[in-house]
């Protein structure tokens, strides 16, 4: 009896997962529909050119209909988290209110130079963090341009799904460094995030699935 249902568990997960991954690709044709007046988003920052490009996006968003906004940050990145506090500064200002946002921090996925087999521990140790977080706030919207630290928050985002939990939307936006072929980050979330943004013709023609809409930054 006990092995009849847990094969029952597991043909149910197994459909659940299918029907999570065949609407992911067949969101990537619809808009982000909310029913909040607010899209609550997280924003997945890097470091150097990934950060800068990142908060360039962000900037140009409204910053009250996205808004509350929730930046992740990994631990050791000091120069992200100063120029994220900068242009949050310069948000305020220009919008003449307070808008809410908040920073999370995260061990770094791998740091540069590490050896992939201390790479597995940091990995689980920065996953078990991201899962913690997207359960913490639930956003509506995740956007990242590719840095190590996105993965484990997009793979913890489509968990949640596949449970029925949280139904955030992931938009990923390949880094405008990536001309001939896609970063390993984008490699590895191809398949499973909403939205696939590149900002090259090129790399639309080798991935059917992204979306090309010329330079963004």
């Not at 009896?1 to 029907?19: D, P, W």
């Not at 936006?173 to 490699?187: A, P, Y």
């Amino acid at each position: 009896m006990l092995a009849l249902l847990i094969t029952l568990g597991c043909i149910i997960l197994l459909i659940r997962v299918g029907y999570v991954l065949y609407s992911i690709n067949l969101c990537s044709h619809i808009p982000l529909m909310v029913t909040e007046k607010t899209v609550k988003t997280l924003v997945v920052l890097g470091s150097g050119g990934h950060t800068g490009e990142m908060l360039k996006m962000v900037a140009t968003l409204d910053p009250f209909c996205y808004s509350p906004r929730v930046y992740v940050v990994a631990a050791t990145d000091a120069i992200s988290l100063k120029r994220l506090s900068q242009m949050e500064e310069r948000l305020q200002v220009n919008s003449g209110g307070e808008d809410q946002f908040i920073v999370e921090v995260v061990p770094r996925t791998r740091e540069v130079g590490q050896s992939w087999t201390s790479t597995t521990v940091t990995a689980v140790w920065a996953f078990i963090f991201s899962v913690l977080i997207v359960a913490r706030h639930r956003p509506s919207l995740i956007l990242t341009n590719g840095p190590g630290t996105c993965v484990p928050v997009c793979i913890s985002a489509v968990l949640f799904r596949i449970l029925g939990i949280c139904q955030a939307r992931v938009v990923f936006i390949e880094s405008l460094c990536r001309v001939q072929s896609l970063s390993l980050s984008g490699r590895m979330l191809y398949r499973i995030t909403d939205d696939f943004i590149v900002q090259w013709p090129q790399l639309k023609d080798k991935y059917p699935r992204s979306k090309y809409m010329g330079r963004l930054v």
